[in-house]
Each structure stands twice: as structure tokens, then as C-alpha cells.
């Protein structure tokens, strides 16, 4: 019996010995060891739980260790309230007056657990890296969460489900860890939201011991293959961004898709708002699957449907069938208002969000700017917001800057023309020499973090609009590469 004791007692201490060695980042009572940075969000502590919520009139906010870590796995417990963007900052540095930059855990529903560089590169593990780590993040309760930064390999992990699988040597090799509460502008609707915190926890011995191993596609980004991919293959300047640059499909109204599809990846845009005469609304299943291979060949993804006008319970039933059988989760629709309760119930079906298009003042009883939509979907599910179409938003007298501000999180989708006045005798013109301030607009694209679609609508010399259409793209383009910050 007596040896029995001593050979338990032997394999505990020799498992003690080896066991792996944790460091609490947060004692449950307190924030001693962690500093606020850049905005004003107010951070508290009970039940040994760090709350962060959202406030008008700040920047992004950070709540970042005193301490900086190199190699380390983390561990953290986190939940957030419905629409809130956050995140966490690892290897992340703060240089004078400048904003925080660094890696970032994103926290932002489907994109949770994929990699941005906050004020750098943007996305370095974009969410289209690996389809099966999106959606991970349970809504609503607490989901755990695990990154392992080793060297130039960063994983992360949502209760156990490989997310982001990067290799970067490009990036800060060690820094602070930071929680984030994202800014709100000055949107009350999203004051008062929070962010939870707890358990965690942080392993800086033995790392390479006790790494696990991702199933995540791998993402490359070594020195010498990243400049490869800038200098020579010269990627577009979208690559990094949160948001995609798309295509409206009203763009190519006069042209079948094969010619839609050839403009589109002679641009190098490869996301689609898909219109009925491209797809019909009564095509049958295995049309709908040559259509996404016919995508697919051209690397074009279609990412929404519409605009679908709808004037009847029985058009919404069709256009969310639609939706659902072209696969995609957003819908770009026009409804009569008496229908929007009918489309409220339809979005809480579907689990398909609801972008109401603005049409400017020629149109004024279908939405005519930014904050008829608002007015009209303000108390409906938050699922239910707009398509912010910037030029019939300009012409209708109103700031697509200012009202992204304001409406950035029931903004779904955006369509991106320019219009050379803003009034109702504006006409749409090539992006860049009419009268809407770009660089301000994407400027307010990255402040509120919009993670949806800009896409091009063309709607000058519709019968030959290729030249315009590479124009405008090239504009757009120029102004996100020549604005970002690295």
C-alpha cells in the first residue's frame, strides 16, 4: 500500500514538473495591469468579468497589458451583445501619438477569429481563406478562444474549431495584448452595447511544446513571398481592407453574363450583387448550380441578389426562396412599406439580412436617402437595414460620409457611383469627377469598420460603359491605396 502511495505521489510531482505553466492576465477584482488607450470607452469589472461598452463620440478604445509578450499561447472566455464590433490586440504596439496597431482577433459575428492588422495591412487572414471558420462564434453565450503566436505562426481557435492559419514576417514579433471596443461614431442606437472578458490566461514557456495543430488552410506571408505578390503580381488595393469591392449587376443591364463575367476579371473584382436577368427568380436548382460554376470559372462569387422590388406578400415569399436557393445571405430588395412587417417576419425565418436600396428624389416614395431607410427599419430586427446607395443619397441633398457614420451598422451593402451635383439634377459620372468626397468616404469606411460590399454602379453610356467602368474602378482603387496606413 505505502509503495502504491509513493509511486501516485511520484507520477503527480513528475507530472507537475511538466505540466503546462499558465500566468492569469486579470485577477477577477481589478485592472491592475492593463492601461487605456486611444478613446474613451469606460471598462469595469464584476463577477470577475471585464465589460467594455460602447459610447458615442470616441475612437476605437483599447484596454491593453502593461506587459509585452513575443511567443505565447492565449486563452480567454469572451461573449458579445447582438452588432458589436470588437476584437484583441496581440503583438500590438502603440508609437507616440499614433493609433494602436498590430494583430488583431477580430470579434465581429461570421469574421470572428479571422486575422486583420489594426492600422497597417488591414486583412492578413481574410474570412474567404477558410469558408469553415466562419460563423464559428455562438451567438449569446460565452465562446472560448485560443491563439497561439510561435515565430512567424499565428492560429487561432473558437471552442476548439480551427479559424485562421497565418505564416507572416512581416508583422510586430511582440507587443501588448489589448481588448477593443470598436467605435460607434455617433450612432446612439449602438451606445450601450458590451463586450465580456474573462479567464485569461497566457502561456509563454515551452510554446512550441504545447502548440496544437490547425486544420485551417495556410496563409503564407513570408517576407520574400509577400513582396513577391505586391511587386510583381501587384494585388489589388482592396486586398487588405475589411470591406470587398464588388459589382452591382445593374451595372451590365445591356450585357449577358458571359461579357459581365469577362469585364469583371479583367478588373479583378471578384464579388457579384446578382440581378434577375442574369439569374432569373424561377430558375430551377441545377440552373442555379451551372450559374455558380459559371462564377466560379471566372473567380466571381456572388455575394448578394438584387435590388428585387416587391409588392406583395407572395413577391417576398419568392425573393427570400430565392435568396435561399442561390445561396447567398443577403437580399438587396425595394418592398412597399405596408410590407416591411411582412419582411421583418421573413428576415427572422431566413436568417437573411434585408438591404433596403435607397432611390434619390426621383423616386421619393421608395426610400429616397439615408434617413427615410432609417426612420423606416429603426425598430424592425437589426437583420433589416440599407443598400447605401452614395449617389442617389447625394442627390436627395444628404452626406453618404455623415450618414455612414450615423447608420454604419444597419448598412449592408453599398453601391459606389459618383454624381456631378447634389441635387436632384445630378447625373451619374465617371467615380472621381463629380462631387462626392472619396477619400473622406473611405476614410469613414475604415473608422466604422464596414465588413460588407462597396460595388461600382455604373450607370453612364450604359450601352458602352467598359471605359467608365475602368475608370471609376482605377479611382477607387487609388484613393484606398494612396489613404491607408502602414
Not at 214 to 227: D, F, G, Q, R
Not at 253 to 273: G, H, S
Not at 413 to 426: C, E, M, Q, S, Y
Request: proline share 3%; aromatic share 12%; charged share 25%.
Amino acid at each position: 500500500m505505502k509503495q502504491n502511495v509513493f509511486l501516485t505521489l511520484f507520477c503527480i510531482c513528475c507530472f507537475s514538473a511538466t505540466a503546462q505553466e499558465w500566468t492569469s492576465l486579470f485577477n477577477g477584482k481589478n485592472l491592475a495591469g492593463w492601461q487605456r488607450l486611444d478613446g474613451k470607452v469606460l471598462f469595469t469589472v464584476k463577477d470577475s468579468i471585464i465589460t467594455g461598452t460602447t459610447r458615442t463620440g470616441t475612437p476605437n478604445t483599447f484596454l491593453a497589458t502593461e506587459e509585452e509578450f513575443g511567443d505565447f499561447i492565449l486563452e480567454f472566455d469572451m461573449k458579445v451583445d447582438e452588432g458589436v464590433n470588437s476584437g484583441v490586440q496581440f503583438r500590438s504596439q502603440k508609437v507616440y501619438d499614433e493609433p494602436v496597431s498590430g494583430y488583431q482577433f477580430e470579434i465581429d459575428g461570421e469574421l470572428t477569429g479571422f486575422i486583420y492588422e489594426e492600422n497597417r495591412r488591414g486583412w492578413i487572414y481574410h474570412p474567404d481563406a477558410n469558408a469553415n471558420g466562419q460563423n464559428v462564434m455562438l451567438k449569446n453565450r460565452w465562446n472560448h478562444i485560443r491563439i497561439e503566436a510561435a515565430g512567424n505562426s499565428i492560429c487561432t481557435w473558437i471552442d476548439g474549431y480551427s479559424v485562421a492559419n497565418l505564416r507572416d514576417e512581416t508583422g510586430y514579433t511582440k507587443g501588448f495584448i489589448a481588448l477593443q471596443v470598436h467605435t460607434v461614431g455617433n450612432n446612439k442606437s449602438q451606445a450601450g452595447k458590451s463586450v465580456y472578458w474573462k479567464n485569461i490566461r497566457i502561456c509563454t514557456k515551452d510554446v512550441e511544446k504545447y502548440r496544437r495543430t490547425s486544420v485551417a488552410p495556410t496563409i503564407n506571408l513570408a517576407k520574400k513571398e509577400a513582396e513577391s505578390e505586391v511587386n510583381q503580381k501587384l494585388l489589388p488595393a482592396e486586398t487588405y481592407e475589411k470591406f470587398n469591392l464588388g459589382m452591382a449587376g445593374y451595372t451590365f443591364v445591356r450585357f449577358n453574363l458571359e461579357q459581365t463575367l469577362d469585364a469583371m476579371q479583367k478588373l479583378d473584382i471578384k464579388y457579384l450583387c446578382v440581378k434577375d436577368f442574369h439569374l432569373p427568380l424561377n430558375s430551377t436548382d441545377e440552373q442555379i448550380a451551372e450559374f455558380h460554376r459559371t462564377l466560379a470559372s471566372k473567380g466571381v462569387t456572388g455575394y448578394a441578389v438584387g435590388p428585387i422590388y416587391m409588392n406583395r406578400e407572395e413577391e417576398v415569399d419568392r425573393a427570400f426562396d430565392y435568396a435561399r436557393r442561390v445561396g447567398v445571405k443577403l437580399i438587396v430588395g425595394v418592398p412597399l412599406h405596408a410590407l416591411l412587417p411582412y419582411v421583418d417576419k421573413k428576415v427572422k425565418e431566413y436568417n437573411i439580412k434585408y438591404a433596403i436600396h435607397l432611390h434619390g428624389p426621383d423616386m421619393p416614395d421608395k426610400y429616397p436617402d439615408a434617413d427615410d431607410v432609417w426612420m423606416n427599419v429603426k425598430d424592425l430586427d437589426p437583420r433589416i437595414g440599407m443598400c447605401l446607395d452614395i449617389g442617389h443619397d447625394v442627390r436627395n441633398g444628404k452626406n453618404p460620409v455623415e450618414d455612414m457614420k450615423k447608420y454604419h451598422s444597419r448598412v449592408f451593402d453599398i453601391h459606389i457611383k459618383d454624381v456631378t451635383a447634389n441635387t436632384k439634377d445630378g447625373r451619374p459620372f465617371e467615380i472621381g469627377r463629380g462631387v462626392i468626397d472619396f477619400p473622406a468616404f473611405v476614410k469613414t469606411l475604415r473608422e466604422v469598420g464596414y465588413t460588407g460590399a462597396c460595388s461600382i454602379e455604373h450607370e453612364r453610356n450604359m450601352d458602352d460603359p467598359f471605359t467608365g467602368i475602368g475608370e471609376s474602378t482605377g479611382y477607387f482603387r487609388a484613393v484606398l491605396a494612396l489613404s491607408v496606413s502602414y
